[in-house]
């Protein structure tokens, strides 16, 4: 009864992503045997990582850049290439 009230909390807070981390440590026996403070971390980390990720995805969006895409490993540099 507590692991689905805490879950629901952390829904109700939007800790979305933990509560899913959450949910698949229960489920995965190899959690069992790291140190709270261990899965606690992993927890943080997971929460702390989507927002970053989705703070950058809003900016850029945002941002109004041409291609919101791009990256580097896509530049094309062959000479026969409209963009070289």
């Given at each position: ?83 070289a």
């Amino acid at each position: 009864m507590l692991r689905e009230t805490t879950i629901s909390k952390m829904h109700e807070m939007k800790m979305n992503v933990m509560a899913q981390a959450f949910e698949d440590q229960l489920i995965n026996p190899d959690f069992n045997a790291m140190p709270f403070e261990d899965r606690f971390g992993l927890l943080i980390d997971s929460e702390w990582s989507n927002r970053k990720s989705n703070r950058l995805t809003r900016l850029i969006k945002n941002a109004g850049y041409e291609f919101n895409n791009a990256c580097v490993e896509d530049i094309n540099y062959r000479e026969d290439s409209p963009y070289a």
